[in-house]
Each structure stands twice: as C-alpha cells, then as structure tokens.
C-alpha cells in the first residue's frame, strides 16, 4: 500500500518570502500525486496534481510542485507567500492499483508573520 | 451551484446514541467518500463509494455505516456513538477515475460525550 510522509507540522515563513513544503511518499511504481489546501474552518481544495508528464505542475494561486521519482518527494513551492495562503496543507498519494484509495498526509500548518 | 453540502455543521452527542451525518452532492459525480480527521492523524477514509448502489471499507471503517442509494446523496451513520469517534467528518465527492480532483464539502463537527 502507498503511504505518504510530510515530515514538517508547523511551518512559519514571513509574509514575502519564499516557501517549499516537503512530502515524500512510498509506492512502487509511479504515483499520482495531490496537494490539497485547507483554510480554517474549511474544507480542502485542490492546489494542483501530478500523474503524468512534465514533473514540474503549476497549481492554483501561484503554487507549483516538482516530482523527482529519485527522491520519492514532491514538494510544494511558491516564491513569495503572501498572508492568505496561511492554511494547512496536504499532501496526497492515489495510484491506479486495483481499488486503492488516496492516502493523504498528516498536513503542515503554515503561518505567515508580517 | 452548492458543490456539497453536509449537514449539520456541528453536534454534540452522547455516548451511545445513533447519528447520521447527511451529505448531498449536486455535480452528478459518480464517487464519494467520507474522510475523518484528527490532529496529527490528517485525514483517514472511512467508506467510499464508488457508484450508486455499492459502498466500500476504508481505512478506519469500525463503528460506522453508509449507503449509496442514489448518486446525490451518502449519509454516514454512527450506529452507537463513543467518544473516539469524536473529529471533524468530510465528506468528498469525484467523477471516480484514480487521477480525478475530489471535492470536499465544509465538514460536521461532532463531539460524542
């Protein structure tokens, strides 16, 4: 079974900075992989995906991410955050093996300091 | 267009009484789940299911019930409730396929006392 590692709970970043979320995961062959952002008091919304193709995907409100099958990771960056995009984020792992579910992260909440 | 909508926004609930988390989705999708999520845990499937007319175990499925009798709508029951089953309930919805985008609805607060 896939399983998915954010190795960072809590990730503070001033507001203009640059940011990269970490996520590993673990599978056999090549995953499909999600990140998915939630706003307090929210429910959770697509960032941007990754199943095939170019390993570099642009998601939504300036975000992208980089699968690197060498490292088994696929982080999420954005060069300049801004106080809005403070959220929890997660990451997802779903592969196309039989009736295989996503398996989503713990989540890294992010804060954003003036 | 709603998207999903689960109801109710919150509940408290005492220890062994049954409660059904209502969830409806108007974009015909043909898959839905419930997910619960804890701090620290994220979040954790508990049924799917993939059509109308089947339904599937998660990961976390003890202690909880559903059914899929129409393509709109997937209610999620707690025969008995116990106060592990205390978290905040999502439900989501996609077209089906591996690779599809779930949509997520703003989530039941429940608290079981």
């Known amino acids: 079974a896939q399983s998915v590692t954010q190795p960072d709970i809590h990730i503070t970043v001033s507001e203009g900075a640059s940011l990269e979320l970490r996520c590993n995961y673990s599978?056999?062959?090549?995953?499909?992989l999600f990140w998915y952002v939630q706003s307090p008091g929210q429910g959770l919304q697509l960032l941007l995906k990754?199943?095939?193709?170019?390993?570099l995907v642009q998601g939504i409100k300036g975000f992208e991410a980089e699968f690197k099958r060498s490292q088994s990771s696929f982080n999420l960056r954005k060069p300049s955050v801004h106080w809005s995009d403070a959220a929890e984020y997660f990451c997802?792992?779903?592969?196309?093996?039989?009736?295989?579910?996503?398996?989503f992260g713990t989540g890294t909440r992010l804060t954003i300091i003036p | 267009i709603a998207g999903i909508t689960q109801a109710p926004t919150s509940q408290i609930l005492a220890a062994g009484r049954r409660m059904t988390l209502r969830c409806t989705q108007d974009?015909?999708?043909?898959?839905m789940y419930w997910y619960r999520q804890d701090l620290g845990l994220g979040l954790r499937l508990i049924h799917y299911?993939?059509?109308?007319?089947?339904?599937g175990k998660g990961e976390v499925p003890d202690g909880y019930s559903v059914s899929r009798a129409n393509t709109d709508d997937f209610p999620l029951t707690l025969a008995s409730a116990v106060p592990s089953q205390t978290s905040v309930y999502f439900c989501?919805?996609?077209?089906?396929?591996?690779?599809?985008?779930?949509?997520f609805g703003p989530g039941t607060r429940l608290t079981v006392l």
């Open positions: 990754y199943f095939s193709g170019d390993t």
């Open positions: 997802a792992v779903g592969t196309n093996f039989g009736n295989e579910k996503l398996t």
């Open positions: 974009m015909r999708h043909n898959a």
């Open positions: 989501a919805s996609s077209l089906g396929r591996p690779t599809d985008t779930q949509y």
């Open positions: 299911s993939n059509t109308a007319g089947t339904t």
């Open positions: 599978y056999g062959a090549t995953p499909y």
